[in-house]
């Protein structure tokens, strides 16, 4: 069964979360952390993204962010 279509709208605030495979680390040292971080605030200037708190874990994140225009997905690939 797929998943259900996610609604988008200006000014949603979202808690994204990822983790890896099996439990496995997504994040192996600071050097993964900082590309990490780096590419959040690219995709934050890009996308018109407000990132408000976010927690990296060895194996998986949190990121709470609000958008700003109806583009979460575009955002998050």
């Known amino acids: 069964m797929a998943r259900a279509w996610r609604i ?5 605030y979202y808690h994204i979360l990822s983790r890896g495979n ?8 600071d050097k993964d952390r900082l590309l990490f971080i780096d590419t959040l605030g690219e995709v934050s200037d890009r996308f018109d ?3 408000f708190a976010f927690v990296l874990m060895s194996n ?6 609000r958008t700003n225009q109806a583009n979460l997905s575009k955002a998050k690939q």
Do not use: M
Not at 8 to 12: K, S, T
Not at 22 to 29: A, G, H, P, S, V
């Open 22 to 29: 099996k439990q496995r680390d997504i994040f192996y040292d």
């Open 8 to 12: 988008e709208f200006e000014g949603a």
């Open 60 to 65: 998986h994140y949190h990121i709470l962010l």
């Open 49 to 51: 993204v407000d990132v």
